[in-house]
Nanobody, 124 residues
Framework: VQLQASGGGLVQAGGSLRLSCAASGRTFSDYARAWFRQAPGKEREFVAA????????LYADSVKGRFTISRENAKNTVYLQMNSLKPEDTAVYYC??????????????????WGQGTLVTVSS
């Protein structure tokens, strides 16, 4: 089973990027999918999550209104559209899959599968 994150890169403040996370080895249509990020010297933090149905999404306050998470179950893929990027968004972004209760969707320990990470760098 593998989650492959892609789409990171260098962008100027105010710009946009779209991250993708393609899964292989099993179907994740019944799993919640999420994005977390980790900046140098900091703990991994929650960014966004989407429930298996796709009808419920959650966002960290720091990205609400700028980032959008979506999923395409037919392709076993989840996306993170990032707009109005800020230098403080600079981090390695990790995709994850798991079956947390809704109330636990923001917690790292409730996700069983993780991608390798993709680096997002936002210059000022």
């Amino acid at each position: 089973v593998q989650l492959q994150a892609s789409g990171g890169g260098l962008v100027q403040a105010g710009g946009s990027l779209r991250l993708s996370c393609a899964a292989s080895g099993r179907t994740f249509s019944d799993y919640a999918r999420a994005w977390f990020r980790q900046a140098p010297g900091k703990e991994r933090e929650f960014v966004a999550a989407i429930r298996s149905s796709g009808s419920t999404t959650l966002y960290a306050d720091s990205v609400k209104g700028r980032f959008t998470i979506s999923r395409e179950n037919a392709k076993n893929t989840v996306y993170l559209q990032m707009n109005s990027l800020k230098p403080e968004d600079t981090a390695v972004y990790y995709c994850a899959a798991g079956r947390p209760a809704l109330s636990a969707s923001r917690r790292v320990q409730y996700y069983d599968y993780w991608g390798q990470g993709t680096l997002v760098t936002v210059s000022s």
